[in-house]
Structure formats: C-alpha cells, structure tokens
C-alpha cells in the first residue's frame, strides 16, 4: 500500500492489534488530515512549510554567506505516550507555541521537529521510510550508534530565547513571550539526552577552557578549528536537500554525529600547514577568506606530491552535477568538557552524507604516498573522532506530528 491513506489505515489495525491506545484513531484521521480537528496553523501563510528552509531567515555576512544562529540546544525525544489524536493536538499545539512567542529569524528562535529511527521502527516501518539506523562509515572511529523517537532543533541569536522556549515545552512556565503555552511537549516526551553549543566569532574564545582547546585561540575564531564554516559553493541548497517526491516529499533527513575535538597539536601547526590540512596545498593563508573557493580536483596529485590531502579537497569530490550533496548546520560544543562539533547535516537522502563522509575517509589515497594513513596527514582525521551517530526525518510543516506516509 503506496497511499498515505492505506499505509495509515494499515499501521492503524497493527498498532490497535498491539494495544497502543487511540494510535488507530489518529493514523486512520490523519490519512485524511495531519492535524486531525485542529483549526489550519493561522501562521502557515508567514511560515515556509519546509521546517527546513531557515536560509531566507538568516544573516549574511558581506561575501553572502549565510550566517547561522549563534546558539543551539538540541533535545534527544522518547515518546511516553503511543500516537493517538490528544497526543498529536499537544505537539502541534506546542510547535505553534514557539510560533506565537518568536518570529522564525535568527534573532527570534528558528526551529525543527524531526522524527527518529526509533519512531518509525516502533510505530511504522523503518525499511519504508526515508531514514535509516545509523551506521559504523569509518574504521578509525567506533560511535555510539543511537535510536531516538524524535529531535527538537531551537536555535537563536539571543541564548535566553532557548532558555525560555525549553522551560515552556519541557518545564512550568506560565507563558512565553507573551504567549499563551497551548500545548508542552514534555506532555508526550520525555528528554532522552540535552545538548548545546554555539558558532561565531568570539564564541569559541570565550569557551577555551574545554579539554581539547588551547586558552590562547584567536578571538575571532569562528570555529574551534579557528576557520570559518559554511561558505558558499560547499553548501548543498535547501532544495536539493528536499526529498522530491512519494509519501515523505517536502521534507528532509538529518544525519546528527558528536564529533570530539583534539586541536591543542593543531595550534601547534603553521598557519600555511593549517589551511593545507583543512583546504588544500594550493591555497595559502592570504587565500583564505570567506569567499567562494576554487575546487581544482587535484587531491591525488597533492596526495602523492605533498604527502598529505586537505579535508576540503577530499569531501569537494562527494557532488552530483557539480553541486555539493549535504546542508550543514553544524556548531560548536563543549558538552561533558570536552570540545567538539554536533554535525547536523541535512541531505535528501542518509546516503547522501555517507557518501560524502566515505570521501572524508580517503582511505583510496594512502597508496599514493606511505606518508599518508588513515589518520595521518589525511586532513582533520587525526584530529577528531566521531562518538556517536544519530539519523531523523524532519516533515514538512503541516505533517510534524506523528509523521507517517
């Protein structure tokens, strides 16, 4: 059944055979409505129905890239309740509380809600839906492959907007913003897991004392790396991040990995050995600015002349028709004291982003030079390593609760 309606009428009979209460009432009415008897979202005509297409609602700087939200707080979900009609009303009612309480722009709050593998597997079937479990992409690495029901994504230029938006969905707080609460998400979710973080200039100063970060990096680090992230020409475009067409069209995927951060050697480097390992040996220093760069695809020559590849080069080679295949929206953190980068990649499909990540191995150019291992001279590898692994869908904005095709 390829319909949204017979494969929700089809959930319905197995999830009412299983004892999950009112889940067969809910699948069944949402074949014909996503949010049952709720009233249209009275901002749906202000609001872009992609949850995804935050670029037209950021900053740019003045070489046109677009600048992400300065603060993050992602929120891991396990659903306490199973679907049913009352359970879907409270977290529309509560994604529209955000709604109401901040405008959808980087200095108001910017938000997704996305579904896990944990979700589908439970609730629909995993095989069929646009996401996958996590899995093991590099032999160097050894993460915690991790299944949640859903995500929450908030971010925002002004950190007390986060601060506010999780006591309203998770905690008491009368009102938000103004604000009445319709609706909480801690309603019908539990907190699986917390985590925070930040990108931009003078943040990852003010944030030098975690392990793995030298006190003296520079104020106007963007990065930990000290580099800035998300130029223009590596950035996949929101479209081709949205998945086209069938039962889950309009929406995306999020592949979400905690990368640990080691760069105390890595401030030890040059300023030229630097820009080579996180760009490649035909740029210098004087070449590194916020433009777009130059893709010249000469990471074997470089390879076997240099002894060593840049981590631009390698993943530059993970395109289709010359555009780049993922969206990061990836930032800083120092979660548990230990920095690093929560890697939140959007992209059409999880393949997407392993291919892009099995381009980021570069296992294929160690034969070129006996210098160049797995680890060693192979862009940032010797510098990070990946603790765990997460993947989501993330519907469109009329489908957020309780997705199913």
Not at 103 to 128: A, K, P, Q, R, V
Not at 354 to 374: I, K, T
Request: aromatic letters at 8%.
């Amino acid at each position: 059944m390829n319909s949204r309606r017979g494969l929700l009428l089809r959930l319905s009979a197995l999830s009412g055979a299983a004892g999950l209460s009112g889940c067969s009432s809910l699948l069944a009415r949402q074949a014909e409505s996503p949010t049952g008897d709720l009233d249209p979202n009275p901002r749906a005509d202000e609001l872009p129905r992609r949850q995804h297409a935050w670029n037209a609602r950021l900053r740019s700087d003045a070489a046109g890239n677009d600048l992400l939200p300065r603060h993050f707080r992602l929120f891991m979900l396990d659903l306490d309740r199973s679907p049913s009609d009352s359970a879907a009303e409270t977290v529309e009612l509560a994604m529209r509380t955000l709604e109401d309480a901040y405008e959808f722009i980087s200095s108001g709050l910017l938000h997704m809600l996305g579904w896990g593998t944990s979700y589908f597997d439970t609730y629909g079937s995993l095989d069929s839906s646009p996401i996958r479990s996590p899995r093991v992409l590099s032999r160097t690495d050894n993460p915690d492959l991790q299944s949640f029901d859903a995500m929450l994504v908030l971010a925002s230029d002004v950190p007390s907007h986060l601060a506010a938006a999780e006591s309203a969905m998770f905690d008491t707080r009368p009102t938000l913003a103004d604000a009445e609460i319709q609706g909480r998400l801690g309603d019908v979710f539990s907190v699986a897991d917390r985590r925070g973080g930040f990108i931009g200039e003078g943040l990852p100063a003010a944030h030098a004392d975690a392990e793995g970060v030298p006190a003296d990096i520079p104020e106007e680090s963007y990065m930990f790396s000290g580099f800035f992230a998300g130029r223009a020409g590596t950035q996949a475009s929101e479209d081709r991040v949205t998945i086209d067409d069938g039962p889950y069209a309009g929406g995306t995927t999020i592949h979400l990995s905690r990368i640990n951060e080691a760069f105390d050697n890595w401030w030890e480097l040059a300023q030229s050995d630097r820009v080579k390992r996180l760009f490649s040996a035909e740029f210098s220093p004087e070449d590194i600015d916020r433009g777009t760069l130059p893709f010249a695809d000469m990471v074997r020559e470089h390879a076997s002349t240099e002894g060593e590849v840049g981590h631009f080069e390698k993943v530059a080679r993970a395109r289709k028709d010359g555009e780049p295949i993922v969206l990061r929206r990836d930032f800083n953190t120092i979660d548990g004291g230990q920095a690093g980068i929560h890697f939140l990649s959007l992209q059409e499909r999880p393949r997407d982003f392993e291919e892009v990540r099995d381009a980021m191995n570069g296992w294929w150019l160690r034969e070129e030079h006996e210098e160049l291992r797995d680890r060693q001279n192979n862009g940032l590898l010797e510098f990070i390593e990946v603790a765990s692994r997460s993947n989501f869908y993330v519907p469109p904005r009329d489908k957020r609760a309780f997705p199913a095709p």
